[in-house]
């Protein structure tokens, strides 16, 4: 039997092995999961919602488990990792709150005679692939709204997360929901394909632009519907009139949190020419009190990242972008008397657009820098990207903010560092960054059948 090797990325030592889900025991899974669809679906919308809300509960009880082993497995600092089981039990309740509303019947047409009426009903067994980064987050997003349409979830958490979602496995075996509602797939490339193989009704996918693609072309074969939340590059642009203050504060924390890898992060720094310099040595000197270390340390700002493996890609690009000239003004090397997958946060100037960390994702704590002197220039910068995912607005201008809203390609514009991640709120991105929204409203009709009912009073 295959297992699932766990490593902790801070000192690259095994933490435990996890048998991986054998091809048999996915069709067993499979199974279970038509069978419970039967039942679930049928059930009152507030019948599931008070199912769920014991699952929450016994969630909340276990919220310094789910962070401590987040920041174990993956190398989020602990503070963070907090944060985003925090944020995530926030994420259900707002669901649990609003389901009813989001997914009331609507009316199109009405007389004296007749109605039309929209009903969103459950597609059925949904299949959900979450990455590594914000991993309890993303289960959660994909999770949360599918049971509560109706669906039924088989969800595969990356492999470098076993004991994390062990627990999440076990939390959920103890809560009052019925058996096969939702359930867990243990496993790496190999038993991911297997499951992307099987008839499901519809696949939620989270991750990489490349492995989406994939995802979706094999189940256009089978006209089944996709939901891609994959990568993005995101602009962020400093006006000549922004608050360089506020603007460095953001575009630091978004771009360096949980070490770079965030798919929604700044990821390309556009910066007047006027303001350019002193961006680039107020970004230097925020590098400068960043505390690399190990991930469990609540001192630790800047934790490893998740692998050996995305280490080399990020060393690659920067070492790709200074072998054409770039710059580096702060990091480009591994911290000193650290034996985890650490880099240090790094800064690149003189930036080209034939560089990788421009025309790549970069998944890692690297920031490259360029300047621009027009608006029409910054936003040709800005949608100069295979990506749509976000992009981040600094300005005193209210009329200019809107201008670069309405002509920057993303599926979300931020201005002034105002956050957009809200579980009210639909994400999603344009371009190869993903072809349907999640959470909010719009999410809970991205994974329903809608059906159109027209009949006599």
Same mark, same amino acid.
């Given at each position: 039997?295959?297992?699932?090797?766990?490593?902790?990325?801070?000192?690259?030592?095994?933490?435990?092995?996890?048998?991986?889900?054998?091809?048999?025991?996915?069709?067993?899974?499979?199974?279970?999961?038509?069978?419970?669809?039967?039942?679930?679906?049928?059930?009152?919308?507030?019948?599931?919602?008070?199912?769920?809300?014991?699952?929450?509960?016994?969630?909340?009880?276990?919220?310094?488990?789910?962070?401590?082993?987040?920041? #174990?497995?993956?190398? &989020?600092? +602990?503070?963070? =990792?907090?944060?985003?089981?925090? !944020?995530?039990?926030?994420? $259900?309740?707002?669901?649990?709150?609003?389901?009813?509303?989001?997914?009331?019947?609507?009316?199109?047409?009405?007389?004296?005679?007749?109605?039309?009426?929209?009903?969103?009903?459950?597609?059925?067994?949904?299949?959900?692939?979450?990455?590594?980064?914000?991993?309890?987050?993303?289960?959660?997003?994909?999770?949360?709204?599918?049971?509560?349409?109706?669906?039924?979830?088989?969800?595969?958490?990356?492999?470098?997360?076993?004991?994390?979602?062990?627990?999440?496995?076990?939390?959920?075996?103890?809560?009052?929901?019925?058996?096969?509602?939702?359930?867990?797939?243990?496993?790496?490339?190999?038993?991911?394909?297997?499951?992307?193989?099987?008839?499901?009704?519809?696949?939620?996918?989270?991750?990489?632009?490349?492995?989406?693609?994939?995802?979706?072309? #094999?189940?256009?074969? &089978?006209? +089944?519907?996709? =939901?891609?939340?994959?990568?993005? !590059?995101?602009?962020?642009? $400093?006006?000549?009139?922004?608050?360089?203050?506020?603007?460095?504060?953001?575009?630091?924390?978004?771009?360096?949190?949980?070490?770079?890898?965030?798919?929604?992060?700044?990821?390309?720094?556009?910066?007047?020419?006027?303001?350019?310099?002193?961006?680039?040595?107020?970004?230097?000197?925020?590098?400068?009190?960043?505390?690399?270390?190990?991930?469990?340390?609540?001192?630790?700002?800047?934790?490893?990242?998740?692998?050996?493996?995305?280490?080399?890609?990020?060393?690659?690009?920067?070492?790709?972008?200074?072998?054409?000239?770039?710059?580096?003004?702060?990091?480009?090397?591994?911290?000193?008397?650290?034996?985890?997958?650490?880099?240090?946060?790094?800064?690149?100037?003189?930036?080209?657009?034939?560089?990788?960390?421009?025309?790549?994702?970069?998944?890692?704590?690297?920031?490259?820098?360029?300047?621009?002197?027009?608006?029409?220039?910054?936003?040709?910068?800005?949608?100069?990207?295979?990506?749509?995912?976000?992009?981040?607005?600094?300005?005193?201008?209210?009329?200019?903010?809107?201008?670069?809203?309405?002509?920057?390609?993303?599926?979300?514009?931020?201005?002034?560092?105002?956050?957009?991640?809200?579980?009210?709120?639909?994400?999603?991105?344009?371009?190869?960054?993903?072809?349907?929204?999640?959470?909010?409203?719009?999410?809970?009709?991205?994974?329903?059948?809608?059906?159109?009912?027209?009949?006599?009073?």
């Amino acid at each position: 039997m295959r297992k699932i090797i766990a490593i902790n990325p801070s000192n690259n030592q095994v933490i435990c092995e996890v048998p991986e889900t054998t091809e048999q025991e996915c069709l067993k899974i499979f199974d279970r999961a038509r069978g419970a669809f039967h039942d679930w679906r049928r059930l009152a919308l507030s019948k599931r919602i008070e199912l769920l809300t014991d699952l929450l509960n016994k969630l909340k009880d276990n919220s310094s488990e789910l962070a401590r082993l987040i920041s #174990l497995e993956m190398g &989020k600092p +602990i503070t963070q =990792s907090k944060g985003e089981v925090s !944020s995530s039990l926030q994420t $259900i309740q707002w669901n649990l709150d609003n389901a009813e509303a989001c997914l009331a019947p609507e009316v199109t047409f009405e007389n004296e005679k007749h109605i039309h009426k929209i009903f969103f009903e459950p597609k059925g067994v949904v299949l959900s692939i979450v990455p590594f980064n914000y991993p309890f987050t993303l289960y959660v997003w994909q999770m949360i709204q599918n049971l509560l349409v109706g669906n039924v979830v088989i969800s595969k958490p990356d492999a470098c997360t076993p004991q994390l979602f062990k627990l999440v496995e076990k939390i959920t075996a103890e809560s009052i929901l019925p058996n096969g509602v939702t359930q867990l797939v243990f496993g790496g490339k190999e038993i991911g394909q297997f499951l992307i193989e099987q008839n499901f009704d519809m696949i939620c996918f989270t991750g990489s632009t490349k492995t989406g693609e994939h995802i979706n072309n #094999l189940a256009a074969t &089978k006209m +089944i519907p996709t =939901s891609m939340e994959l990568g993005g !590059s995101a602009p962020a642009i $400093i006006c000549k009139d922004a608050d360089t203050e506020l603007a460095v504060s953001s575009v630091f924390a978004s771009r360096f949190a949980n070490c770079g890898q965030l798919c929604y992060a700044v990821k390309r720094l556009i910066v007047h020419d006027s303001l350019f310099d002193s961006v680039v040595t107020k970004l230097a000197e925020r590098a400068r009190t960043e505390t690399i270390g190990d991930a469990l340390d609540p001192k630790t700002t800047l934790g490893p990242l998740v692998n050996k493996e995305q280490l080399d890609i990020i060393v690659s690009q920067v070492t790709d972008a200074v072998n054409k000239g770039a710059k580096i003004i702060y990091g480009g090397k591994y911290p000193k008397d650290l034996s985890g997958n650490f880099y240090e946060p790094t800064i690149l100037t003189r930036v080209t657009r034939d560089m990788r960390v421009w025309n790549e994702e970069v998944f890692g704590p690297v920031l490259p820098v360029v300047s621009f002197k027009t608006t029409k220039q910054a936003i040709e910068l800005a949608n100069d990207t295979l990506y749509g995912l976000g992009a981040f607005i600094f300005t005193k201008d209210k009329s200019n903010f809107h201008h670069f809203a309405s002509e920057i390609n993303s599926g979300v514009v931020s201005h002034n560092g105002i956050s957009f991640s809200a579980p009210f709120n639909p994400f999603g991105g344009t371009k190869k960054s993903g072809n349907s929204r999640i959470r909010g409203k719009h999410g809970f009709r991205a994974v329903c059948n809608m059906k159109l009912v027209s009949f006599e009073k």
